[in-house]
């Protein structure tokens, strides 16, 4: 059990010891996360943040791009450094460092431009995350593909690391977040029991689930409901054979509701409702290249599909990729795979 709490102590003694050496070695600490930063990416980082910064840390959050307004009322958000905002003041930080914590992807082509500052800084590097087969860049690898969430493996660093006692109102709120918004506010990768006891451990700690929630789905522009009925209305294309659905946007589409970063966000998920439908893919054009979303119901492996065709990954039943070239090419590329994965698609439960 972990001190504190009835939880199965999932890291390792000696991975928890390490990082606690590390941190405790460690004044200037950086922490980065993935591009286009979602829920779970903040939530943990800022966590952590938080935490580090309790600890007396001189500490910065990285991020390689922009994140959704939604997210904007996290408590340390005004923090941030955005690097595609200051680049100088990103690079600098990262060079001055002496831990690396990157939190929630496993390759560092997932941090854009930053990746090349993490690979030459001799910086110690601390991997916290869920995807699956992490580089080999990291001195220390606290990486669990079977929990749901980023933030949750913080709150069990910390709590592991024997300082539950530290995790304030604000860290929770943090953690929470994260586990909320990568489980779909607990509807995928949810049936873990120990998930809802951190639930309780973090209401008792002092956070508003109802606040949170409506602080994240409550907060949408207008323009992105209307584009949402367009987007199912008039850009859904559905493979009932198949068991899949294609929703897609061109910038066009796009530029009749105007909307901010963030404003398509789970659009991918809405035709996994649609009866028998086991696999759904966005396909949406954007400034400098054609990013595709793709999600599952089941043990249809959609990081396997973004592979194999969109130079991505990510996870079983959420993964993502890119496409440079026409948005139709994007679409023809995707039915082809559609079809080389027909057999599998045609016995998914
Ligand atoms: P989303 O569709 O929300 O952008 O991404 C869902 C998940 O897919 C992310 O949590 C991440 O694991 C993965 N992912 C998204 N885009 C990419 C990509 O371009 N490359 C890789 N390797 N994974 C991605
Ligand atoms: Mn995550």
């Known amino acids: 059990m972990i001190e504190s709490t009835s939880l199965t102590p999932i890291i390792g003694a000696q991975k928890i010891s390490q990082a606690k050496k590390q941190i405790d070695n460690a004044q200037k600490i ?12 903040l939530g943990s980082s800022l966590a952590l943040y938080h935490y580090l910064l309790n600890l007396g840390k001189e500490v910065k959050v990285v991020v390689p791009n922009s994140f959704p307004y939604f997210l904007k009322w996290m408590n340390g958000t005004k923090d941030i450094v955005v690097n595609t905002y200051i680049p100088n003041v990103a690079e600098a930080i990262i060079k001055n460092a002496n831990l690396i914590f990157c939190l929630d992807f496993n390759i560092l082509k997932r941090i854009g431009v930053l990746g090349d500052l993490v690979a030459q800084s001799t910086a110690e590097k601390i991997l916290v995350d869920h995807h699956l087969s992490p580089d080999e860049v990291f001195d220390t690898v606290i990486s669990y593909p079977h929990i ?60 508003d689930r109802d606040q949170i929630y409506s602080n994240v789905f409550n907060n949408y522009s207008e323009n992105r409901f209307r584009l949402l009925g367009f987007t199912l209305s008039q850009r859904m294309k559905t493979y009932p054979e198949l068991r899949s659905a294609l929703i897609y946007l061109s910038k066009e589409d796009q530029a009749q509701f105007p909307i901010t970063k ?18 759904s893919v966005f396909i949406r054009e954007d400034e400098d290249m054609v990013k595709v979303s793709l999600r ?8 396997e599909f973004a ?43």
């Open 262 to 279: 963030g404003d398509t966000e789970g659009f991918v998920n809405y035709p996994l409702s649609i009866k028998n439908i086991v696999f």
């Open 148 to 207: 749901s969430s980023t933030s949750e493996i913080i709150f069990r660093l910390i709590s592991q690391m024997g300082d539950f006692e530290k995790i304030s109102p604000i860290i929770a709120e943090c953690i929470y977040t994260g586990m909320m918004t990568d489980t779909g506010v607990f509807t995928f990768n949810s049936n873990d029991p120990e998930i809802f006891e951190i639930i309780s451990l973090l209401i008792k700690k002092g956070i």
């Open 296 to 303: 599952s119901q089941g043990a249809f492996p959609c990081n």
């Open 307 to 349: 592979e194999d065709y969109f130079d991505g990954g990510g996870h079983l039943n959420a993964s993502g990729g890119e496409f440079y070239g026409k948005i139709e090419d994007a679409i023809t590329l995707f039915e082809k795979g559609l079809e080389e994965y027909a057999d599998v698609l045609k016995q998914c439960e």
């Open 30 to 41: 950086v922490i980065i996360t993935h591009l286009s930063p979602d829920g779970d990416a």
